[in-house]
């Protein structure tokens, strides 16, 4: 089997996932420049609209995107979602108003969680299981990706427009790379093109290698759920207990996972670190953390292959509570005693730059893979689409809430307040989460519902 064209789609589907990174830690890099200008907007609270609007936008959006995935093809949607992200940036670089650029941030908001949901369902349709864990989270180190440039962009530059207008790079190249890969066998399959789906599986498996197996794997599943249909409508579906289970274990983890502080470590990285008193330029932390988050999805492509997820998950969780109170700890410690030690200003850089390895090595892979798994084919992106739904939902309430909560109690409050839902989300995780690793989709699928005893065998 070559795996070349499944690297291919990963890459095009990467290439997309890095304008999800950039536009998400857009905030952080815009907001201390914007602020410093003082012409559009003069307080923190206004201006963490950027990072409220953009998530909130994304609640419709990518329930809108998972229907219009599902009905029109994950690639013709993936590619359709880069001209709204472009016309977002240009409308934020041309902006006179604050206004304008909230509305460009909504504009690439619609763009980006549009598009989001295909290219995950893409990647998980067209790799092969053998290597669905290892090309399965390249969308995860290209959000990491996205972020370097976004706080490197932070880091050099005191144009926040400047800024914007070299964003638009990201979705001229999601594009390209899109354009050039096919659509899913999966979904071609399911709306009854047989020979373009066997011409699009033979391609992404390699001229030399047999599909015949896969093929009619797929075949008969289609069969199967066609057979459902004419007893199960959409809305059925999506209120059966197998959608249900599905979304206990990837839309409520994704939730729960929000209120862990690493969203507010995204969207605000520069004025949290600006407010932990670090011993160095609090500019060119995130810049580090954004670098070193790319070297651990890295590593994780290579452990998820053989790796048990749950573990992985909750011990990487535990981490993010482990870290968040000590963040808690030495922000009381060093707000109450004033003559503290200057080496503790380094200490909250060393905790908050483990608590993004370990979201990027385990709990951001395990989650979108887990994401990408577990729904019916029928409704796949749909699925995809409500989780992100919850997630960005999350994302929203933290964007809100966090400047307030940070005036009320500090740093210290907001971060005990992360260590205990990062505890709570270990827990949970621990309960939920199964391993599928080596399973076809069909075979998840089947396991999911109950209907079959999962074959573990990955050529099924």
């Known amino acids: 089997m070559s795996i070349r064209t499944q690297v291919s789609a990963s890459l095009a589907a990467g290439a997309l996932s890095m304008c999800v990174g950039s536009n998400v830690s857009l905030p952080s890099s815009i907001i201390p420049v914007i602020l410093q200008d003082g012409k559009l907007v003069d307080t923190f609270e206004t201006a963490s609209l950027l990072a ?8 419709p959006s990518s329930i809108m995107g998972g229907f219009l ?22 409308l934020m670089a041309i902006a006179n108003s604050f206004t304008m650029v909230l509305i460009g941030r909504c504009l690439s908001s619609f763009g980006i969680w549009i598009g989001y949901p295909s290219v995950n369902v893409l990647v998980s349709e067209v790799v092969h299981p053998s290597v669905r864990g290892t090309l399965g989270v390249v969308p995860s180190i290209f959000i990491s990706c996205g972020l370097v440039v976004s706080y490197l962009l932070g880091y050099l530059l005191n144009s ?13 190249l999601a594009f390209t790379a899109l354009f050039l890969i096919k659509e899913s066998p999966y979904w071609l399959i399911k709306k ?25 794997d ?101 981490l993010l509570s482990i870290c968040s109170l000590s963040i808690a700890g030495v ?49 796949r992106s749909l699925g995809n689409g409500t989780v992100t739904c919850l997630g960005m939902g999350g994302a929203g309430i933290v964007a809100a809430l966090y400047p307030h909560i940070q005036r009320m109690v500090g740093v210290q409050g907001c971060f005990a307040w992360f260590s205990i839902n990062a505890l709570i989300l270990t827990i949970y995780a621990f309960c939920i989460i199964s391993d599928f690793r080596g399973l076809s989709l069909t075979n998840i699928e089947r396991g999911m519902s109950k209907k079959k005893e999962v074959n573990s065998n990955p050529s099924v």
């Open 52 to 59: 409220t609007t953009f998530a909130l936008t994304a609640v």
């Open 69 to 90: 995935s599902d009905k029109y093809g994950r690639r013709k949607i993936a590619l359709f979602s880069t001209i709204p992200i472009l016309s977002g940036l240009v």
């Open 160 to 172: 926040w427009r400047i800024m914007t207008w070299i964003l638009l790079f990201q979705p001229f």
């Open 192 to 216: 009854e093109r047989k020979e373009e789906a066997e011409s699009s599986l033979q391609w992404y498996r390699g001229q030399d290698y047999s599909i015949k197996s896969e093929f009619g």
């Open 218 to 318: 797929l075949v008969k599943k289609n069969e199967e759920q066609n057979l459902d249909s004419n007893k199960e409508s959409t809305l059925s579906i999506i209120f059966s207990m197998n959608f249900l289970r599905a979304q206990s274990c990837s839309g409520l983890l994704l939730l729960c996972y929000q209120f862990t502080g690493i969203p507010a470590l995204v969207m605000f990285s520069a004025n949290i670190f600006q407010e932990a008193n670090l011993s160095f330029d609090h500019r060119l932390a995130p810049v580090l953390i954004g670098i070193t988050r790319v070297f651990l999805g890295i590593l994780s492509s290579l452990a998820m292959k053989t790796g048990n997820r749950k573990y992985i998950f909750c011990f990487c969780s535990s």
């Open 331 to 379: 922000s009381y410690y060093r707000t109450t005693y004033l003559d503290s030690p200057a080496w503790l200003g380094y200490l909250p850089f060393m905790l908050i730059l483990t608590m993004f390895m370990a979201h990027s090595f385990g709990c951001l892979p395990v989650m979108n893979l887990i994401t990408a798994e577990v729904f019916p084919t029928a409704i």
